[in-house]
């Protein structure tokens, strides 16, 4: 029975989480425009600190927070990370009519290293199937997943998923 939860929940994050890697490829080429009540920038350290109802967009991807840290490097953007009551983001998925959700207390992204963490009540959403853990880590260049249970859910140290029946196509009628 173990083995068959590990199965299922294997090919849950392969059906659920897999999207990420194909978010809207269009979307890294787009400039990202941030809007916020203040912000502050430090110039020398390459900070930028950006407060009271964030939204970041970039093409189809949309991430709304309460506090959003951009570190840049030489190289462009370093790293992100967005704290929020909570934080959420969407995203356009690549040649389908699809979007992809996520939530969190605070969400980190290293330009780096492609690492995406969704932190504190981390939850993953496309088409009604729903992954939920304390913690879902992504790495776009590895396509690597990993969710950590919450530990203070009912069942303490459980990942939730929530996989939901696909329309079936409808049978050709009979031919005469």
Partial sequence: MRTLKTAL?????AAVLATPAHAEKADRDKPINLEADTVTLD???????Y???????????????????????????????ATGRPVSFRQKLDGRDEFIEGYAS????????????????????R???ELRGAQISYNAGTEFYKVVGQPDAQTPGRVRAVIRPKPR???PAPQP
């Fill in 127 to 129: 088409n009604g199937d």
């Fill in 9 to 13: 929940l294997s090919v849950l994050c």
């Fill in 106 to 125: 605070r969400i980190e992204y290293a330009g780096a290293t492609s690492q995406l963490e969704l932190i504190g009540d981390a939850r993953l959403r």
């Fill in 43 to 49: 110039d020398i350290r390459k900070i930028s600190v």
């Fill in 51 to 81: 407060e009271g109802n964030v939204i970041l967009s970039q093409g189809t991807m949309m991430l709304r927070a309460d506090r959003v840290q951009v570190t840049q490097s030489a190289e462009g953007l370093d790293k992100v990370v």
């Fill in 169 to 171: 196509a409808e049978e």
